[in-house]
């Protein structure tokens, strides 16, 4: 299978796999403190000549910028200057997005704070991340009566998997950061289309959907389970194993026994699998023009988020849609809080 043919930005799709990805492409989030990068005109250029070579490397490049208030400014100005992208492959920021956790697949891993937004999709994701994404159209598998064909779905699922495996292997990013971290953490991010006309058109309510979504993550899970039992488990987790350093004797052998079984039985080759963007979940009604955000509950399902909306909103509405998205990521933290204690 090759999957060096499209970049990240590109939709098409054939009926036998997902939209393949170029890593070269790959969006990159960073994230800089003005205070640095300015304190002398030797690291100026030296950040100035990495960053155009990154930028050479990618169409999509968002930088969040952090520091003291004029030197943010400043260098902000700099940046815009010089690299001079266009308006959807560059983002230089200077005020952080509200951070959405980014959650792992493998409850032996620790929870991430998404406080960079990765261009074009707009997730929340942890600054210079490795991520393959990929997207997964529900409507696609409809049959002409409305239902879905899960085997089909399944058998999606899978390819994507295994592509991805495939392209972590051979893939050269952008930035050292992401290749290591491609190496630790092998992310994907399979974003859901299709849910509004799942609700709105073919009447599916939003219990149903749950258990559509659930299925679909524990479905990405299983394969990932599998790849794991076939290589070997993520690197990220291999390394987590807390009997490191530890003087050897019974403590030791029973806290290696004990890790050993947790690592078997939730071991994932992939640190993150699902996303889940608003901009998938809310939508204007056709019938009477309304926004209908009854499907933000489905977030929770999510390992990793996008809170933006490209929606044209009016203040009661943005509002309103703010107020929703909140309570939904609170209510999808909870869940992760409750599941690790379980």
């Not at 960053?51 to 520091?67: C, D, K, M, Q, W």
């Not at 930035?175 to 953490?185: H, L, S």
């Amino acid at each position: 299978m090759n999957w060096q043919a499209s970049s990240a930005g590109d939709e098409a799709a054939t009926s036998n796999r997902g939209g393949g990805f170029c890593p070269r492409n790959s969006p990159v989030a960073l994230r800089l403190v003005a205070d640095r990068v300015l304190a002398t005109p030797a690291s100026v250029v030296r950040h100035t000549d990495r960053l155009l070579v990154i930028a050479s490397t990618t169409r999509h490049l968002s930088i969040l910028i952090e520091g003291s208030t004029a030197k943010r400014h400043r260098l902000a100005d700099h940046l815009n200057n010089v690299l001079q992208g266009d308006a959807g492959a560059l983002r230089v920021s200077t005020e952080p997005q509200a951070a959405s956790d980014v959650l792992p697949r493998c409850p032996l891993l620790s929870i991430e704070r998404g406080d960079c937004e990765w261009s074009r999709s707009r997730l929340s994701v942890p600054p210079e991340t490795a991520w393959f994404p990929e997207r997964l159209v529900l409507t696609e598998y409809l049959s002409g009566e409305g239902v879905l064909d899960r085997q089909r779905i399944a058998d999606a699922i899978d390819r994507i998997v295994d592509a991805a495996e495939a392209c972590f292997d051979t893939a050269r990013w952008p930035t050292p950061g992401m290749q290591q971290d491609a190496w630790m953490n092998r992310r994907l991010a399979v974003s859901i289309a299709g849910y509004p006309v799942l609700h709105e058109q073919h009447r599916y309510t939003l219990s149903a959907l749950h258990q559509l979504t659930g299925w679909v993550s524990a479905r990405l899970q299983a394969r990932s389970m599998w790849q794991a039992s076939r290589r070997r488990p993520l690197p990220a987790i291999l390394g987590a194993d807390p009997t490191r350093g530890m003087p050897g004797g019974e403590l030791k052998d029973e806290w290696l026994r004990r890790w050993q079984g947790a690592v078997d039985s939730t071991a994932v080759r992939h640190r993150n699998l699902l996303a889940l963007e608003v901009d998938s979940l809310v939508y204007r009604s056709a019938a009477n023009g309304r926004l209908n955000t009854d499907l933000l509950p489905l977030i929770v399902h999510a390992d990793v988020t996008s809170a933006s909306c490209s929606l044209s909103l009016t203040e009661d509405e943005r509002h309103n849609l703010t107020q929703s998205v909140q309570a939904s990521l609170q209510q999808r933290h909870a869940l992760d809080q409750i599941a690790k204690h379980v």
